[in-house]
């Protein structure tokens, strides 16, 4: 195992660029808030972003609640400097935005979970920071309702930087652990955050508002003062170790729909964990299709563990049928390998075999992550 | 030679999940009006988008004055599917705009100058047409003004959907080809665009306009309407076209610098054409710091044609000095192919090889293109 957290500097912040160069091992939530203190904004936010570093987050392009609007860690990467299986040292991409100097690789590392080389430093594409920030929990009776205003959301082209949905099982553990307030009733949560320009961020959550309204929303709060904004992302993002809390094992799954197919695939999951008798929280960014569903389970229950592993078959499966993808921001790693062939099929294996082959013809990288 | 024009068929528009699915030939702006129609925007937009298709702009990962808000081809491409030299057909990327199943071979495809197979169908990434669009074209006495513009609003965090530069030399050709107006003494243009919701494109408007001023504009133009604002971008996209009209032989670069070095490359432009008597005409996507400086000249005069050959290797090598890199939008093809070394060094070239001989073994796609 290779640990790289001592390689934490933060390089250079170029402001004027609209860039900073980092070392792997610096931890994301850091980062940003360095950056936010010279009104500078790096969005991608995974749920671990006090823990995760922007190594990890190449590796598997993280993404988060932001994703809806401005993208993955794919789309803030410039350049990497990285050493390859072989011990050679390349540097990749520009500190331009624009670059086609080549093949991508810096875009191609980044998601390739650590399987193509060991990445030393990156150069991180930044944007200004949003003057405004206004964050919306809407309450929902019904999870359809919930799932309904995401998608009426998209369609309406309307573009919160965040538009997250939490199921009643979700909403439970976390309103134990966070003393969120929700209205008696509520089975369903959309948080959302509208940000830009003081007026546009205002706009478009009065349109965020009126629309949670129009699709039965029991109550919706708005807030821009930062510590009551952070406390409901706080809580957002206690999503999983809340529900870790409730069972021993918890199988976190990372599939993601077409938009339209958000209402079918929340459906979906709920009937699966019927099926196969199990508890399955669903959270997710709904924005963008991106969906978390969480079986609840015990390692030591061995019928149980059986049938949470053909849910989550299931789950994939359906994914894949409703026209979407195993995994949005987590990676495949070990436990997907075997369903990788189903959504790129076997040219697509061998193509990526041989592009592996071609990084790293000895397959002391990850060996067996990615493919079985 | 493999010709794709006439697989141009939109198979799909999806408008709710803000996607089209096309074949390879369809031409750029004639898919752009057929999305306007439906209230959705591809953003990319070369100069060349009446002629160019998207398989090509696929290939070089086209941009345009768009980029500089919007990004780039590589930021669209959700999904190819391509055959491989070895006859195989991969289906890579998704429906969805997450997805980290395997390697990003999308957009390892983009920008690879038709080196790793041929694309036969794309999944492109739209988003909701603005509400507004404000187009502003700001005057200049002096280059440097109209540079330090650009930086100042790029500072700023301003962020048109475009901001483009051009000097005496373009402004002159296309005054003569566009009957573009400009005030007398005008020796550089700014063009930019401001979009969005109605108020925000105002606001942003506004602040060029003023910034304009502050930096010594002698005249700030501003257009709402849809044709004014086409004829001003019209006579921009026309630049090569009455440049090339100058001159028998025209050689167009397109090298890109962090945006603060952006001042340095112009004068760096205009000295190299000095030190060489050559005409180089140069303008770009200032905003990204991505220029184009285009050498007149005559491919019968032997000595000229050496002389321009040289500066092209002098404006390379000083945006590589600058921190910047070879080419933003255009690609490396035949003529830069012997100065990737000095971007990407000797084992970035070594990696990118066997990159290409993982997919093309017998090196059929493209021979000579982008390794030398």
Redesign the interface.
């Known amino acids: 195992v290779l640990c790289l957290t001592k390689m934490n500097s933060i390089k250079e912040v ?6 900073t160069v980092v070392e792997p091992g610096v931890v994301t939530g850091e980062l940003q808030r360095k950056l936010e203190e010279e ?1 500078l904004f790096y969005p991608p936010d995974p749920a671990s972003l006090e823990a995760s570093s922007i190594g990890g987050n190449i590796g ?2 993280a ?1 988060g609640p932001r ?1 809806f609007k401005y ?2 860690t ?2 803030y990467i410039l350049g990497l400097e990285a050493v ?1 299986p072989t011990g ?5 991409g ?12 810096a ?2 590392f ?3 979970e650590g399987t193509l080389g060991v990445v030393t430093s990156a150069i991180l594409r930044l944007i ?1 920071l949003p003057e405004e920030r206004i964050t919306i929990l809407a309450s929902f009776k019904r999870l359809e309702d919930a799932a309904s205003l995401v ?1 009426e959301a ?2 309406a ?1 309307l ?1 919160p930087s965040a538009l997250e949905i939490m199921d009643n099982v979700t909403l439970s553990a976390i309103r134990e652990s966070s003393g969120l307030n929700s209205p008696e009733g509520t089975s369903a949560l959309v948080l959302s955050e509208a940000d ?2 003081k ?2 961020a205002v ?1 478009e959550a009065q349109k965020v508002r009126d629309l949670s309204v129009k699709n039965g929303a029991i109550s919706v709060q708005m807030e821009k003062e930062k510590e009551r904004r952070e406390k409901l992302w706080a809580a957002r993002r206690g999503a999983f170790a809340a529900l870790a809390r409730k069972k021993p094992t918890t199988i976190l799954e990372d599939i ?5 197919r958000l209402v079918d695939m929340v459906k979906s999951v709920a009937e699966i964990g019927k099926r196969h008798q199990l508890v399955i929280a669903t959270y997710g ?1 709904a924005g ?3 969906l978390h569903p969480t079986i609840l389970c015990d390692k030591r229950d061995e019928d149980e563990m059986r049938r949470a592993r053909a849910a989550a078959g299931d789950i994939f499966e359906r994914a894949l049928d409703l ?10 790693g070990f436990e ?1 390998a075997g369903f ?1 062939h189903k ?3 076997e ?6 075999k ?6 790293d013809p000895k397959g002391i990288m990850n060996p067996g992550k ?1 493919f079985e």
Chains 1, 2 share one sequence.
């Open positions: 170029a402001s004027a660029d609209l860039l009104g598997n392009s993404g994703g993208g993955m794919k789309d390859l050679e040292l390349v540097k990749t520009a500190r331009t935005v624009k670059c086609v100097t080549g093949y991508d690789l875009r191609l980044t998601g390739s200004p998608s998209v369609s082209g573009a830009g320009f007026e546009v706009k993601v729909v077409p938009r339209t960014h963008d299709g991106n026209g979407g993808t195993l995994s949005g921001e987590h990676g495949i997907k990788m959504e790129v099929g040219a697509g294996i061998r193509i990526m041989r592009l592996k082959d071609s990084f990615m």
